[in-house]
Structure formats: C-alpha cells, structure tokens
C-alpha cells in the first residue's frame, strides 16, 4: 500500500512535539544548570509556543509556507543559538515539502533537508555534544529505512537512533557554545540540545501513531 | 533557591528593561519595533552605520552605547541569549544605506549563528554591510584559535573607534579597516569572586567556594581556568596585565589603552586600586597608559569580578577615541 501524509499529519506531529517539550521543559532546564546557563527548557518553551501560535494563526497555509513561517517564528523566539537552528530545521523541512501527499520516501528528504540545513549553520559533527548528536543519527536512520519501510516505522528508527545519540553525550566534553568553556564539569548529564532533539523525534513518533488511529 | 532581584515578571524582564531605558535616555535613544535600540537623532544617510547585536541582562551594555559617535542600533536579544536572525535583519534593512554598515558581533555561539543568517540574507537583498567579529578573550590562551576566544568587553571601546571613525564620514572599508586594527590588538581577562543569579531561571550561573576566585570566567559563567586562592589587589593586577601585555605583545614604549570593567557587584573602590596596581607593573616595563576608563560598561548582573581590557592604540585610534560622543553610558565632549 501506498502510505501518504499531508498537512493534517505533519501538523499533528508537530503539535505532539510541542506537548513533548511543555511536558519536560524542567528536565531540560536542569539539564541545562548541569552544563550551560540553565536557560534551555525556557528557550524551547518560548520556542514551543511559537510553533503552536503559528499553526494556530495559519489558516490555510500550505505545508511548505507553514514550515517556512514555523520556522521564521522560532528564530525570532531570542533564544540565542537554539532559535536560529531550531529555525533552520524547519525552513529547511518547508523547502523539501513541495508535494501535497507525501510518501515514505518524501517524508524522510524533508527531515533530511531540514537536519541539512540545521548542519550546514551549526558546523558541528557527531561527538562535539550538540543537538547535531541526535539530529545527524536520525538523518543516518531516515536514509536506511526511508526506502520500503512504513512512515511510522521509519520515524521510529530516526527517534531511537535521536534518542541513543542524545544519551551518548553523556560521556561527551563539549566543543561548541557554552557549554565548551566547561570542559570535564559537564561529564555524566546528557546535552540538552540533542535531549531536546531526540524528545521532538520520538513526538514525532507518537504524533503520527496518533494520528494514524484518529 | 531564592533570588534577590528586583524584578516582576522574570519571562518579561527584556521588554520592562527596555520600557525604563527609553524613558531614562529619551533624550538620546529610543526603542523601535520592540527590540531594536536606534539613535534619537537618526545619523545622516551619508555616513556608514554601526550595528551590534546581543543578549540582554548585561546593562549598559550593548544599548547603552547607542549616540551620536557610537552605535546607530543595537538588537536586543532576551537575557543572555541573542536575538533571532530575523530581528538583526530588521535592523539591517533599517540602515540600509549606500555608504554601508559596519556590523560588530561578538563571539558567543548565538551571536555568531544569528549574525551570519542575517547578514547572508542581507547581502542577498543587496544590502552593503561588513562584519567585526570581537574575540579578544585570552582565557583559552592568547594563541587559542579565534572561534574559541569569547567577545567580552572590547566591544564596548570598538564601538567608540568605529562610530568616530563613521561619523568622521570615512567609508566602508576605510571604516572597518581601522576597526579591524584595533580588534586585533586588544586583548581582554576576566576575574569572578562570587555567582550571579540568572534573573529569568533564578539559578546560579556557577559555584566559587568563599576563599576562591577564577581568573578566565566568561560573562554567562562559563569556566576559565580553573579556582585559585584569592589573592590580593596588587597580585591580581600583575597576574592578568602579564597575561595581556604578553597577548597583545606590547614592547617598552608602547602606549595602551587600559579598562577595567565592573563586573556589578565589585566597587569602583576595588578597581581603582587594581587599576593603581596595573600601572606599576606597567611603569617596570616601560609601557605607558595613553588612556584608561574605569567603570560599569557590560555587567553580568551582581557577579563579583571584573575584566581587565588592554589595547594597543597608534595616533589615530588615539584620536578616534577622543571624538566626541553621546551615548546613554559613555559621552565624550
């Protein structure tokens, strides 16, 4: 069978991963007090509600100008260098979506142009501890199953391999923003930046599932 | 863990800042299209503009340098974290002008990421602007590459060199040429003694035990290199201007420009005499203060500590930085 999603489904998938986050913006707050300057939870809240506030004023948008303008919305949400990648994945994710319904295949070349463009502004690889730790994994996992495999399989792939990236920071010293001037100290708490990637992927997850049952 | 601030609403505290300044400083700044601080007396078209951007919290820094003779607009991003790439294009659409604009950012990974996004959509809009990117920060080594040196307070004298510089109508190149020059002879240490709360999340930004001090802290509290012992004024002094003389690698008969910068909760009593400290190792080497500036310019809320600023200045950044200005926190008559 031929597996289409439009608007409808890209939008619920990312009102899930607007809940993931209000639900756990504390967890990323005292990840972000172990390693940073403990502002992340508050930054992906202001950022959160940015998305909601822009699918809530979108009308009848098309997929591709609401990414774009979801996009747009979160790197004015000032949140210093989360706003304009957290941005970039969106606008990236707008330029790839031209078609109405989207198949396995076209589902997994948004993702990948939106972690394309995320990669090309933050410069960072796997194992600088950065949300590119969960983002290039997913982007690996999408490309492996994003051919044969049904779309809520393959965003379970990208969300486990997001969510084993995220963990791998653990044992990660940072090499980019703040987080790098704190050397060994930040050893043993997970990068909020990629927890917060891998918890938007797995929503992801759990928004099409959802969806899938309405 | 509490938090002794004066403050209302801790997710509002940049728009309240904002709102008080503008009718503080009305007479010299005002606030456009709620985060972009301009001029009161727009400069005229003909002359290069100077843009900044960044994080709030650090008063007066950035917007307290917006006058004549200094910054034309400052964007304002929320407590410590910059502004989206879409503000600071607002800011460049706004200076649009045929002489150009001379954009200063300083090395966070906020600022950075922002900056460039606005200004590679600015250039595709034909918009004329080059970038100085401030990273004078010697903590990870004066030889560090300069993606990991942090803009600190030497933003703060640039503005004023490169804002002489425009409103003396030189162009572009000329104008960001010069600033260039003094960027890459100045060099800046900072020193903590205790935290400062982060007004919004009402944490801690680090942990120094009572008998500590860490020379190298960043302004958001990033690490330097490591606690020590505090020690006294006269000890302090010797150990950072070391450092900096030897980072700007300034010679017997140099002239330098020194600034020590409160970082909110050490008194001027306490610069003034580090600053008298400063001077004696300097006398040994035979480098001369041309000019030294002790005062509040970028704060990191009620830390203790300070940075200490050196540059090495020729005749002409000399003379730039005698220009007159206007600006809320630094005038020049």
Redesign the interface.
Request: no cysteine; charged share 20%.
């Given at each position: 069978m031929s597996e289409l999603i439009g608007r409808d489904e890209i939008i619920g998938m990312i009102l899930s991963a607007v809940e993931k986050i209000k639900a756990n913006h504390e967890v990323l707050?005292q990840l972000d007090?172990a390693a940073g300057?403990?502002?992340h939870g508050?930054?992906m809240l202001?950022s959160m509600q940015a998305v909601e506030d822009t699918i809530n004023d979108s009308g009848g948008a098309s997929k591709k100008d609401l990414l774009h303008s979801i996009g747009?919305a979160?790197?004015?949400?000032?949140?210093?260098?989360?706003?304009?990648?957290l941005?970039?994945f969106f606008v990236g994710m707008s330029e790839a979506a031209v078609k109405d319904g989207l198949d396995c295949r076209a589902v997994a070349a948004m993702f990948e142009a939106g972690i394309s463009k995320v990669h090309k502004?933050?410069r960072a690889e796997v194992g600088d501890r950065t949300m590119m730790d969960a983002m290039l994994p997913a982007r690996d996992a999408l490309k492996v199953s994003g051919n044969g495999a049904s779309i809520t399989e393959m965003l379970k792939a990208a969300a486990d391999a997001a969510a084993d990236g995220a963990e791998a920071t653990k044992n990660m010293v940072a090499k980019?923003?703040?987080a790098?001037?704190?050397?060994q100290?930040v050893l043993g708490h997970a990068d909020p930046g990629a927890t917060s990637i891998s918890l938007i992927f797995q929503a992801f997850y759990e928004g099409l599932c959802h969806k899938n049952q309405d | 863990m509490a938090m002794k601030k004066f403050i209302n609403d801790p997710q509002n505290l940049t728009a309240e800042l904002l709102e008080g300044f503008a009718i503080g400083y009305g007479d010299k700044i005002a606030v456009e299209s709620d985060k972009l601080v301009v001029r009161a007396k727009p400069k005229e078209a003909g002359k290069v503009a100077v843009v900044t951007l960044g994080g709030a919290g650090h008063e007066p820094a950035l917007s307290g340098f917006v006058g004549e003779g200094m910054l034309d607009v400052s964007v304002v991003g929320d407590i410590f974290a910059a502004p989206g790439p879409p503000k600071v294009l607002e800011a460049l659409r706004l200076m649009k002008r045929e002489a150009g604009i001379l954009f200063i950012v300083l090395n966070h990974a906020g600022d950075v990421l922002s900056g460039n996004m606005a200004m590679e959509m600015a250039v595709k809009e034909g918009i004329k602007v080059r970038m100085v990117l401030t990273h004078e920060d010697i903590a990870p080594g004066a030889d560090a590459p300069a993606e990991d040196r942090r803009g600190l307070v030497g933003c703060v004298p640039l503005y004023k060199i490169a804002g002489a510089a425009a409103e003396a109508g030189k162009s572009l190149d000329e104008v960001y040429e010069i600033a260039e020059r003094f960027n890459n002879n100045m060099a800046t240490l900072a020193v903590a003694m205790t935290s400062a709360t982060h007004p919004a999340t009402g944490t801690a930004l680090f942990e120094l035990a009572e008998d500590e001090m860490e020379i190298g802290m960043g302004q958001h509290g990033e690490a330097g290199t490591g606690p020590s012992k505090l020690l006294s004024a006269d000890e302090t002094a010797k150990v950072m201007i070391n450092s900096l003389v030897g980072a700007v690698d300034a010679q017997k008969g140099d002239r330098l420009m020194v600034i020590l910068n409160g970082a909110g909760a050490t008194t001027l009593m306490e610069l003034f005499i580090v600053l008298a400290g400063v001077k004696k190792v300097l006398d040994e080497k035979g480098i001369s203060i041309a000019t030294a500036r002790v005062g509040e310019f970028l704060t990191v809320q009620e830390m203790a500590g300070f940075q200490m600023f050196v540059a090495k200045m020729d005749d002409e950044l000399l003379d730039l930085w005698g220009k007159s200005c206007d600006s809320p926190y630094m005038t020049v008559r």
């Open positions: 707050t007090s300057d403990g502002d508050i930054t202001r747009w979160v790197m004015s949400a000032d949140g210093g260098s989360t706003g304009p990648l941005g970039s502004q933050s980019f923003g703040r790098k001037n704190l050397g100290r | -």
